[in-house]
């Protein structure tokens, strides 16, 4: 029997900006929020009795909900870009026009800060931004940064890993890239007097001398830094085994310096997703989970072990916000369920 061989389908790509993604993503969801309030206002009550009499767990779901307040915030128009360019504090005028897409002159370009600020608004991460769109992911496609001198030929999939800080870009080295994430050496100058003066200014002539090969090795020796830690987790020199172990109650000392572990675990995930995305390791992909796995355990434990007030957040079992979502998206998706009926109905009258 004649082998078939088989076809690849091209990949198809597209033209993009990094402002196009974020302009993109900016006007969907404001959009989609002006559309889930008119879904709420129509219905929410209903929703949530249907939530309320088949909801089967152990708690009263009443007392985290109510649904007269919540109505009573539901005006569409707050989305608008004017108003939400108010709220957001990048101004409704500036909103206008990063959002201008009339095509009678270019819409001006999103600064840093106003992707801040309209994340922050938005409630959700700022590299949420700049997500392909989900025809892009879908289809898996080229996306062709024209932007770039030359222009950058990425795939969606590996864009989204990259915004969300956990792949690299065309030509990045992913264990570099992970390693040079580690070491902060931005400290104030000596004798620095003044906010302004504190960073080291970007000069290539500047001596090699001992304040300056100072500023690196405090860095290594800083009670936050994961360096260290990060080279005697090495899945490349270490086996599970030698990991720390979990109940160990020395990681209450290593827990002191928060942003020291908050450092080594956005490593140590970066480092177990590039090395998943390694086809010569996967002979060896099980160690290597469970190696990832291990260190991580014991990244959330010192994390664990040292609460950080500024960071703690209601996260459930059940919250306000939790049941919020639920009853928004259940409100869209009735809402299209009788826009489905409708439209089938009027087909069949016709």
């Not at 091209?10 to 006007?27: E, F, G, K, W």
């Not at 949420?128 to 969606?156: C, K, Q, W």
């Not at 020395?250 to 572990?261: G, Q, T």
């Amino acid at each position: 029997m004649r082998a078939v061989k088989k076809v690849q389908k091209l990949r198809p790509s597209y033209d993009v900006t990094v402002n196009s993604l974020v302009r993109a993503n900016v006007h969907t969801l404001l959009r989609d929020r002006g559309l889930r309030d008119k879904a709420f206002n129509k219905h929410g009550r209903g929703c949530f009795e249907v939530l309320k009499n088949t909801y089967k767990g152990p708690h009263d779901i009443e007392k985290y909900i109510d649904v007269d307040k919540w109505l009573e915030a539901r005006n569409p128009d707050r989305w608008s870009r004017k108003k939400f360019g108010k709220s957001s504090g990048v101004g409704g005028s500036k909103m206008n026009r990063l959002l201008d897409d009339s095509g009678e002159r270019a819409p001006q370009d999103f600064d840093l800060t106003d992707i801040m600020k309209i994340a922050l608004a938005l409630n959700i991460p700022f590299s949420f931004l700049y997500s392909p769109s989900r025809e892009h992911l879908e289809e898996n496609a080229n996306l062709v940064f024209t932007d770039f001198d030359p222009p950058m030929t990425i795939s969606a999939t590996q864009w989204l890993a990259w915004a969300g800080g956990l792949s690299v870009l065309p030509g990045m080295n992913a264990v570099s890239t992970n390693f040079n994430s580690l070491l902060n050496t931005n400290t104030p100058m000596p004798g620095a007097s003044k906010a302004v003066d504190m960073q080291p200014v970007a000069d290539t002539q500047v001596p090699l001398d001992i304040y300056e090969t100072r500023r690196t090795s405090e860095a290594l020796s800083s009670e936050i830094s994961a360096t260290s830690d990060a080279w005697a987790g090495n899945p490349f020199t270490s086996t599970p085994a030698a990991q720390i172990a979990f109940e160990n109650e020395e990681l209450h000392e290593h827990a002191l310096h928060k942003a020291r572990f908050v450092s080594l675990l956005l490593h140590d995930v970066r480092e177990a997703f590039y090395l998943m995305a390694d086809e010569g390791r996967l002979h060896i992909a099980m160690s290597d989970i469970e190696n990832s796995m291990n260190k991580i355990r014991q990244d959330l434990a010192a994390l664990a072990l040292n609460v950080d007030e500024d960071l703690q957040s209601k996260t459930g079992p059940l919250t306000e916000a939790h049941l919020l979502n639920m009853l928004e998206i259940a409100c869209m998706k009735v809402e299209n369920i009788i826009q489905e009926k409708t439209q089938n109905l009027n087909a069949k009258i016709t």
